[in-house]
């Protein structure tokens, strides 16, 4: 949320994975800087059951 991490983006791009700006029923999973924060993004993710992780995490997850 607020950020859109390069590396990121390239490797959900290289792995067909579709990029959205907003929360949606739609989505697996939100990323966002700090997933403790209370924006408005994280808000409606909770409502929806949503996955949601930091940048650091996905990164490391990921091995990016």
Do not use: W
Not at 20 to 25: A, E, I, L, P, Y
Not at 33 to 53: C, F, L, V
Request: some cysteine; proline content about 3%.
């Amino acid at each position: 949320t607020g950020k859109r991490n390069p590396d990121i983006i390239s490797f959900l791009s290289l792995h067909g994975v579709e990029i959205s700006s907003s929360v949606t029923n739609d989505i697996d999973m939100l990323i966002c800087e700090d997933p403790s924060n209370n924006s408005g993004k994280i808000t409606q993710a909770i409502k929806r059951n949503k996955r949601i992780m930091s940048i650091t995490e996905f990164m490391t997850m990921y091995n990016i």
